[in-house]
């Protein structure tokens, strides 16, 4: 994590320090810049907190389905990226969304065995329908 002053000057900070001096009421502005990779947090008192979601994301155990929600999360609602983010919970979405598809994949090859197709040609379509699907 990177902490910008009011001058502009950058310093690594880490989430003990940023918590005891800052909360999520003193935000005025929140916004993911695809452009350099940093969502970029702005506070009432004129400081800039620029979280670089690759190494946040870098220690994250992910599926392709969980990754593609994270950065719609990132897209749509930036600062609930951030509020888990800070909280730690990013593993804990990641995790919740991995379930779903495993159970909504065991879901989707019972329906196409169903209809008659081999269990291998059922699981490569539930696959290809969670490639299109995030």
């Known amino acids: 994590m990177e902490w910008a002053d009011k001058k502009g000057r950058i ?9 005891e001096q ?7 502005g929140c916004e993911y810049n695809m452009d350099n ?6 506070y009432s008192d004129g400081n800039i907190l620029q979280l ?11 599926t392709e389905q969980s990754l593609a929600k994270l950065h719609k999360l990132l897209d749509s609602k930036p600062i609930e990226y951030v509020a ?3 909280s ?10 991995a ?6 994949f065991g879901t989707i090859v019972q329906g196409y065995l169903k209809q008659g197709y081999s269990k291998t040609m059922a699981e490569a379509l ?5 490639r299109y699907e995030s």
């Open 52 to 62: 670089k979601c690759e190494e946040i994301e870098a220690n994250l155990r992910t």
């Open 126 to 130: 539930a696959r290809e329908f969670f």
């Open 84 to 86: 888990m983010a800070l």
């Open 99 to 104: 379930d779903m598809v495993k159970g909504m």
């Open 22 to 28: 800052y909360s999520m009421e003193n935000i005025m």
């Open 11 to 19: 310093d690594m900070m880490d989430n003990g320090n940023w918590s």
């Open 37 to 42: 990779g940093y969502v970029e947090v702005y």
């Open 88 to 97: 730690g919970e990013l593993q804990v979405y990641c995790d919740i969304e």
